[in-house]
């Protein structure tokens, strides 16, 4: 994909629109050239319809200049609102274990560094795409004042595009390590706001880090930025050296060459320097140009950008409501995949899995760290497909035309949770006062507040946050709910509170509940409790 492409893709109409605004502004802009050195050269007279000529090719060379940067500028801030919602939607509709094998330093940088690149493209287009109307315009010009000349001209060109393209190429390849590169360094980024307090309480583990890590991938980063932004300096100097020397070479080689006519040789040299503006704002404008290609080739690179795809509400659009259900069934579910980092990576295993859940149960899934339990869970919810084997719900299997009806099903706080200062997604026109309640059960009620939908605050202890990732469980009200270490950043007092009470009001409600927990004070809680070891069922017992 490229960025003329993709301002087709999002806008063709405008881009039409302004293309033709853009041959009448060349037009116009060789009609003046016109005007001006035929009155220099005295080729024409002083008759008063060259005084309306003149007014009127400037009035059209305004106009048409500012309608074909409006319309440019609309259909670029057009293509970059579809691109950003295109690459928004389509990592949501990506698989998830797709999503954390690309890693979320590279998929920032995607979202931020490509799509701003980009962006910044779209900004000078506008400039460029006149800049060119106009060249275009002055070169049909020189044509019509003398064909010997104009090929003489347009083997300049040639040499000069040519060698110009030669270092450009040179240019763009560090620029494209350098992206490669910016990878790496959004890594260290997240490593600076995640990992800070170790990095505090390490001084040995922060300067190994800033010395061997980050400073080392920023230098490099700079280097290469450094050096393609020098050779596209030295091209763009390269080219300005061309655009004088073809000046000169006009101006006292070729009458010596070729028998040309003052009036042809002063209006080449008028063109030529007129185009020198033009000529220098395609220079100045490669750079970002070649930057924005890189990006969108890094996009295509993670299969991101406009792929076609069927989106999720198809999928569901003609899917039954969630309804009560009887039976969950993983009938000889394997999931694999690769662990560890370096040369201690290893392949990790999950099943052979043959589990049946009954609706109104309390289920403990249970055993070491490593054993598979956070990864049955995302097979259990539907975030991660098995590689092999089937989910049955009441004996209809779980496919990808009704996997997305099948998640909507469950309400999941994980380990890793993410927490939206927004109640997203509800409907409920009591939405407040229901939230008000059950902060007050929650022990929150005294330092979070819910207005509109809105949480006051989620700047909390992680356990309180833990809570209020329960507050939008709870809220969106599904049949099955889970929680994974829920408990483990809880006061006793509210561990005691969690086990003994809130999961028994839900099963109560007829919930089903699963519960990941390594509390084994809590384990009598349970209906039946799922013992994990190295990717298998230890044990799968009843209380």
Same mark, same amino acid.
């Given at each position: ?55 009127? $090719? ?79 315009? $002055? ?130 040299v008028i063109t030529i320097i007129y185009l020198m503006m033009p000529m220098q704002q395609i220079l100045e404008a490669v ?52 662990g560890g980092q370096g040369e201690q990576t290893f392949t990790f ?195």
């Open positions: 994909m490229n960025l003329f492409y993709l301002l087709l893709r999002t806008s063709w109409r405008i881009v039409l629109l302004a293309g033709i605004a853009g041959l009448f502004n060349g037009a116009s802009t060789a009609g003046l050239i016109a005007l001006i050195n035929g009155i220099i050269s005295k080729l024409m007279g002083a008759q008063q319809w060259l005084t309306w000529g003149f007014f009127g $090719c400037s009035i059209v060379l305004l106009s048409t200049n500012f309608a074909s940067q409006v319309l440019l500028v609309r259909a670029s801030q057009g293509a970059i609102f579809q691109l950003r919602l295109l690459l928004s939607e389509r990592m949501l509709a990506s698989p998830l274990r797709s999503l954390e094998n690309i890693g979320n330093p590279q998929l920032l940088a995607t979202l931020t560094d490509d799509v701003e690149w980009v962006s910044r493209s779209f900004a000078v287009l506008p400039a460029v795409f006149n800049a060119i109307a106009i060249f275009l315009g $002055c070169l049909v010009y020189m044509a019509y004042l003398s064909l010997t000349a104009f090929l003489v001209l347009l083997g300049l060109i040639v040499f000069g595009v040519s060698s110009y393209e030669f270092l450009a190429s040179r240019a763009s390849r560090f620029l494209r390590l350098a992206r490669d590169e910016q990878d790496r360094l959004f890594q260290h980024f997240r490593a600076v706001t995640d990992g800070n307090k170790e990095l505090k309480l390490s001084r040995s583990r922060r300067q190994a880090f800033l010395d061997q890590q980050l400073r080392t991938s920023a230098a490099t980063s700079r280097r290469l930025n450094v050096t393609g932004m020098t050779m596209f300096a030295i091209a763009a100097s390269w080219g300005q050296l061309l655009l004088f020397s073809t000046i000169g070479f006009f101006l006292f080689a070729l009458p010596r060459v070729l028998n040309v006519n003052p009036a042809v040789l002063s209006g080449y750079p970002t140009l070649t930057r924005a290609t890189v990006a969108l080739r890094k996009i295509d690179s993670l299969q991101l950008s406009l792929a076609e795809q069927t989106s999720e509400t198809e999928l569901i659009a003609n899917q039954p409501a969630i309804a009560p259900w009887q039976q969950i069934q993983l009938v000889d579910i394997h999931h694999s995949y690769l295993t999950l099943g052979p899995l043959d589990l049946s859940f009954q609706g109104g149960e309390l289920v403990f899934i249970i055993g070491g760290n490593g054993s598979g339990k956070s990864t049955l869970a995302k097979l259990l919810t539907g975030l991660y497909v098995p590689e092999s084997g089937t989910i049955l719900v009441d004996g209809q299997p779980i496919t990808d035309q009704n996997r997305e009806w099948y998640r909507q099903h469950f309400s999941v706080v994980f380990a890793d949770f993410y927490l939206f200062d927004r109640l997203l997604g509800l409907g409920n026109p009591n939405l407040d006062a229901q939230a008000q309640a059950y902060l007050t059960q929650l022990k929150l009620n005294h330092k979070v507040e819910v207005k509109d939908g809105v949480l006051s605050t989620t700047a909390l202890s992680q356990g309180e946050r833990k809570r209020l990732g329960l507050l939008n469980a709870y809220l969106e009200d599904r049949p099955i709910y889970l929680f994974d270490e829920w408990a483990s950043d809880q006061d006793p007092m509210f561990r005691d509170l969690f086990y003994t009470q809130m999961l028994q009001e839900l099963k109560q409600r007829g919930k089903t509940v699963f519960v990941i927990s390594h509390d084994d004070h809590y384990f009598h809680v349970a209906d039946r409790m799922i013992k994990l070891d190295y990717g298998k069922v230890e044990y799968d017992k009843r209380a």
